[in-house]
C-alpha cells in the first residue's frame, strides 16, 4: 500500500480558522473533540468503511488484513462519526483511521523500506501492553470536519505508555502531504541511526533516553542511579555492601544475614557515579512481593540513593504484575517506609530478629500500564530482568529464517 493520508476536502477547523501550520497535539482541543466520536466498528461496518475508502486511497488494505491487524493489537483501527449523528446503539463510522503500533522490528523494517504495510507482519505490531517504538499512520479517510478526529486518535496513543513514541507516515499525494506538513510532520525520518528521506516523521520523544528506575545506571554517569545485578561481581558487590551495612555496623551475624535466599531474588545495587553506594533485595511470590535487604554505606546516606533503592524496587515488581508489596520494617524506620505508602495492617504481627525489633508492612499498588502478563509479545518476556523496555539477543534472532540445525543435522545423518 502506498497511499496512507488522505486530505480533507477543506482545510482542518482549527481554533483560529486558518489552515496554518500546527503543532499536531494542538488538535487535541476540548472544543473539537465535542464534536466528534471515535469508536471501534463492527465487523460489518468496518468492511463498509474500508470499501468507501479503497474508492479514494486505492491500495487499502483487505478487510481480513485488518481484522488480523486489530486481533493483534486492538487499539489500531477507529471509526469517525459526527456527534450528532451517532447511535451507540447501532454505530455507523463516516471516515476511518488507523495507526500501526511498531516494535523495534517493526520500525526497523519500516525506516529499511522493507515494511509492507498492505500486509502487515503481525510479529512487527507491538501489543496493547508494549510500548511501541514507533506509530505509523496507516490510513487516514476523513473529510472535512471529520479530519479534526485525528486529535482524538491522538488522544488515544497519549498514554503513558505511548505519549512520547514517535509518529512516522507516507503521503502519496501533494495534498497529502501538505497535510501533513500543516500538521507538522517534517519530511525525512530518522530511527536509531536508520533514515529514511521519503517518509514523514513527527518527533514525540524526549531527546535524552528515558530509563525506568531499574535500569538507570549507565558507566560514566552521575549518581545516585540503580542496576539489576546480573552477574557472579553484581552478587558479590551486594554481599559487600551488606557485610559492611549488616555485619560490621549492626553486628548481624553472618548466618543471619546471608540466610541461603539470595540465588532465589532479584537484587538491585545503587550507585553513586560508578560506585556501588546501596542495594535491596526482592523475593516474589504467588500473590505479593516482598522487598527486603535495604542496605546503604554509611558515607552515602546524605544522599537519595535509599530513595532510589526503593522506588526502583516498588517499579520493577509492579512492572512483573504485583500489586501487593510486603516487608518487615524495623520499628524505628516505619516513617521511612511509609513514604512510599507501605502501612501497618490490621493484624500486623511485631517480631524480632538479628537482635532489632520489625512489624510487617504493606502496600498496595495500582496496577502497572506496562505490566507482563500472558498476552504481551513473548520476545519481552524471554529478555534480561530488568532490561524489558529493550531488545535483546533473542529479539534480533527472530529475523532469522527456521533452520533446526541440530534436527537437520540428524535427519541427514540417518
Not at 554517569?221 to 555496623?249: C, F, K, N, Q, W
Not at 533503592?309 to 510486603?326: C, M, N, P, T
Request: charged share 25%; proline share 6%; aromatic share 8%.
Amino acid at each position: 500500500m502506498t497511499v496512507h493520508v488522505t486530505p480533507p476536502d477543506t482545510a482542518p477547523h482549527f481554533d483560529d480558522g486558518r489552515a496554518t501550520r500546527h503543532d499536531i497535539i494542538d488538535l487535541r482541543s476540548a472544543r473539537l473533540a465535542r464534536h466528534l466520536v471515535l469508536f471501534t466498528p463492527m465487523p460489518t461496518d468496518l468492511e463498509r468503511l474500508l470499501d468507501e475508502t479503497r474508492v479514494a486511497l486505492p491500495g487499502v488494505a483487505d478487510v481480513s488484513v485488518v481484522r488480523r491487524v486489530m486481533t493483534a493489537n486492538p487499539d489500531t483501527v477507529f471509526a469517525i462519526a459526527r456527534r450528532e449523528r451517532y447511535d451507540a446503539l447501532s454505530p455507523r463510522g463516516e471516515g476511518l483511521t488507523a495507526i500501526l503500533p511498531l516494535n523495534e522490528a517493526g520500525m526497523a523494517a519500516l525506516l529499511s523500506g522493507t515494511f509492507d504495510a498492505s500486509d502487515p507482519d503481525i510479529r512487527f505490531i507491538a501489543r496493547q501492553h508494549e510500548r511501541p517504538a514507533g506509530i505509523y499512520l496507516w490510513v487516514i479517510h476523513a473529510r472535512g470536519r471529520l479530519a479534526a478526529a485525528v486529535a482524538l486518535m491522538l488522544q488515544r496513543i497519549s498514554t503513558p505508555l505511548c505519549g512520547e513514541v514517535d509518529l512516522y507516515a507516507r503521503a502519496a499525494t501533494a495534498e497529502g502531504a501538505d497535510y501533513l506538513s500543516g500538521m507538522g510532520f517534517t519530511k525525512g525520518a530518522a530511527w536509531n541511526g536508520q533514515r529514511a528521506p521519503g517518509l514523514y516523521m513527527f518527533r514525540r520523544s524526549k531527546p535524552a533516553e528515558r530509563l525506568p528506575p531499574y535500569d538507570s545506571h549507565r558507566p560514566g554517569g552521575t549518581g545516585p542511579s540503580v542496576a539489576v545485578a546480573r552477574s557472579m561481581e553484581d552478587l558479590s558487590r551486594v554481599i559487600a555492601l551488606r557485610a559492611a551495612v549488616y555485619m560490621a555496623e549492626q553486628a548481624c551475624p553472618y548466618e543471619e544475614e546471608f540466610d541461603g535466599n539470595d540465588l532465589s531474588a532479584t537484587h538491585l545495587i545503587g550507585y553513586i557515579g560508578d560506585e556501588p553506594a546501596g542495594c535491596l533485595r526482592i523475593r516474589f511470590f504467588a500473590d505479593f512481593a516482598k522487598i527486603e535487604r535495604l542496605a546503604v554505606r554509611a558515607e552515602h546516606r546524605n544522599t537519595r540513593m535509599a530513595f532510589a533503592l526503593v522506588r526502583a524496587g516498588i517499579e520493577l515488581a509492579r512492572v512483573k504484575g504485583y500489586r501487593r508489596l510486603y516487608g518487615h520494617a524495623q520499628k524505628r524506620l516505619v516513617g521511612f517506609w511509609s513514604r512510599f505508602g507501605f502501612r501497618v495492617f490490621e493484624g500486623a504481627q511485631e517480631l524480632v530478629f538479628s537482635d532489632f525489633d520489625y512489624v510487617e508492612m504493606l502496600m498496595e499498588a495500582e496496577p502497572h500500564p506496562q505490566a507482563i502478563g500472558i498476552g504481551v509479545d513473548p520476545y519481552v518476556i524471554i529478555r534480561p530482568e530488568g532490561r524489558w523496555h529493550r531488545a535483546g539477543a533473542l529479539d534480533r534472532s527472530r529475523t532469522r529464517a527456521v533452520t533446526r540445525p541440530s534436527i537437520d543435522q540428524k535427519a541427514a545423518a540417518r
